[in-house]
C-alpha cells in the first residue's frame, strides 16, 4: 500500500527543504527531537511524539528539489527501520512550492494510521510556512502510555517552546528560580543535561554561538537517545552517588518543565501544560525531592489555593512563590 499527500506552502523551494530536514525546523512542526545527517547513507531519528521514534537512512537527497528516506519505528517488529520508503518531491510553483509526499512499502493496516500521522503533521507544515508558528502539538502534550521517558520527551517539547520565544534583551531577567537571570539559568539547565549524558557515557557539546531553544533541544536529545538505548533499570552512577536510573529521568522530568515555567514567568511568555503532564512530574517530584534538599537546592514548599492547577502545585512543591498568577 502507498499513501500521497499533496500540499502547498507559500516559500521557496530551498525554504520547504530546510523545513523538511532541519532539526531546529523539524522540532517546530513534526518532531519532539530530531537528529540529522543529511547525507545519502545518513541516518535520522525523530522522537515524532513522545515514545514514538521514527528511524532511517537518507537514500537520495536533491536539495530545494526532493529527499527519499526509509521509515520505521524503534522497537516496531510490524514495521522495523528500514521496512518502507518516503519520497518528498518539491516544485516550484506560482506563489511557493507543492510538496507531495510518498510512503510506500507499508500494509492497508498501517497505510490507515500512517495516514491519520501524516494528516496531521503535513497539516502543521502548512501552518508553519503560513503563519511562523504551528503550535504547540496536541499529539505530544500527554503521553499514553507514560513512563519517565517519554514524560521527559514531553517536558522537553514544553520548555523547547518557551525556549524558541526567549529573546537577546530577555538575558538579564530575573526568573522565579532564586539566584538566577535567564542566562543563568539557561546555563544551568545546559549543565544539568550534560552532567547526565556524562553519567550516561556521552558527551553533550556546547554551541555557545546557537539559539538557546537550539542548545538546549541538541544537548537534550543526545542524552535522550542514550537513555533510549540504556533503558531505566538499575543505577546510574552521577558521580556524587549511584541514584536508580528512573530518578534520574524524574530529574531531568523536573528541570525541563519547572525551568519551563521560570522561562515563561521572566519573559512573560504563555506556558501550555497537560495537567496529566503536570500530575505526572508532580508524582515524580515527590519521589525526587526530599526533606534534606529543602533549604539547599530547593526552597520549602509553598503553600496554594486547593484549586490551584497543576502546573501550579508542582512549581509550589519545588519551592516557587505563585500567588497571584
Keep these: ?35 540529522v545527517e543529511l547525507r545519502v547513507g545518513g541516518g535520522y531519528r525523530w522522537t515524532v511524539t513522545p515514545g514514538h521514534v521514527a528511524l532511517g537512512t537518507f537514500v537520495e537527497i536533491e536539495p530545494g528539489k526532493r529527499v527519499i528516506y526509509t521509515w520505521g ?39 490507515i494510521g500512517h495516514a491519520q500521522g501524516w494528516n496531521h503533521f503535513m497539516a502543521r507544515l502548512v501552518l508553519l510556512a503560513t503563519t511562523g508558528d504551528a503550535g504547540a502539538d496536541d499529539w505530544a502534550a500527554a503521553p499514553d502510555p507514560i513512563d519517565e521517558l517519554a514524560s521527559a520527551e514531553a ?16 538575558m538579564g531577567a530575573r526568573t522565579p528560580c532564586a539566584g538566577f537571570t535567564v542566562e543563568g539559568l539557561l546555563n544551568h539547565l545546559f549543565g544539568s543535561i550534560a552532567s547526565i549524558g556524562s553519567a550516561l557515557g556521552v558527551s553533550v557539546p556546547a554551541q555557545p554561538t546557537a539559539p ?28 556524587f ?10 530529574i531531568l522530568n523536573v528541570e525541563f518543565l519547572v525551568h519551563a515555567w521560570d522561562f515563561a514567568k521572566a519573559t512573560g511568555q504563555e506556558l501550555t501544560v497537560s495537567p496529566v503532564l503536570a500530575d505526572y512530574v508532580l508524582g515524580l517530584a515527590r519521589n525526587t525531592i526530599s526533606s534534606q534538599q529543602r533549604g539547599g537546592d530547593f526552597a520549602p514548599e509553598t503553600l496554594v489555593d486547593e484549586s490551584a492547577a497543576s502546573m501550579e502545585r508542582l512549581v509550589a512543591f519545588t519551592g516557587r512563590e505563585v500567588a497571584g498568577i
Design 1 to 35: 500500500m502507498s499513501y500521497t499527500k499533496t500540499v502547498f506552502l507559500p516559500v521557496d523551494p530551498d525554504t520547504a527543504f530546510l523545513l523538511i530536514t532541519e532539526p531546529e525546523r523539524l522540532r517546530r512542526w513534526k518532531a519532539v527531537a530530531a537528529r
Design 73 to 111: 519505528w524503534e522497537g516496531d517488529t510490524q514495521l522495523p527501520p528500514g521496512a518502507s520508503t518516503v519520497t518528498v518531491t518539491l516544485e516550484a510553483v506560482d506563489g511557493g512550492t507543492t510538496v507531495q509526499l510518498i510512503h510506500d512499502g507499508l500494509t492497508a493496516e498501517q497505510e
Design 155 to 170: 517536558t522537553l517539547a514544553v520548555v523547547q517552546r518557551i525556549l524558541r520565544g526567549l529573546k537577546d534583551s530577555d
Design 212 to 239: 538557546p531553544e537550539v542548545g538546549i533541544a541538541d544537548a537534550a536529545q543526545i542524552i535522550l537517545e542514550a537513555f533510549r538505548a540504556r533503558g531505566l533499570a538499575g543505577s546510574v552512577d552521577m558521580g
Design 241 to 250: 552517588a549511584e541514584l536508580p536510573a528512573t530518578m534520574v529521568a524524574n
